[in-house]
Nanobody, 124 residues
Framework: QVQLVESGGALVQAGDSLRLSCAAS????????TGWFRQAPGKDREFVAA????????DHADSVKGRFTISRDNAKNMVYLQMNSLTPEDTAVYYC?????????????????WGQGTRVTVSS
């Protein structure tokens, strides 16, 4: 079992930057691909970014490409999402998720373990 806890959400202004953190416990995260998803009010949850267990591969949604960067520190069992140039459209609850690399056929797709989410609100 992997337990994930997100942190770093806040109320910020458009154009600001924010870094979200995902702390894992229970297993070494180096064996798991990890991703960030978000769900805005009244909308479906959407993929934001994902990174391989080793950190050598990453993928970002077109809507955040060039502004957001996913990274990880396996020594600390942490995954991060650096968010720059935030806009009100980025307002959402952000979730960290993980799936064992052996079970994964790609960076996107299914994830088994989810955190409780951290709220990001971007004011205009």
């Amino acid at each position: 079992q992997v337990q994930l806890v997100e942190s770093g959400g806040a109320l910020v202004q458009a154009g600001d930057s924010l870094r979200l953190s995902c702390a894992a416990s229970g297993r070494s995260l180096s064996s798991y691909k990890t991703g960030w998803f978000r769900q805005a009010p009244g909308k479906d949850r959407e993929f934001v970014a994902a990174i391989s267990g080793s950190g050598d591969m990453s993928d970002h949604a077109d809507s955040v490409k060039g502004r957001f960067t996913i990274s990880r520190d396996n020594a600390k069992n942490m995954v991060y999402l650096q968010m720059n140039s935030l806009t009100p459209e980025d307002t959402a609850v952000y979730y960290c998720a993980a799936r064992h690399s052996i079970l994964s056929t790609g960076l996107r797709g299914l994830f088994d373990y989810w955190g409780q989410g951290t709220r990001v609100t971007v004011s205009s």
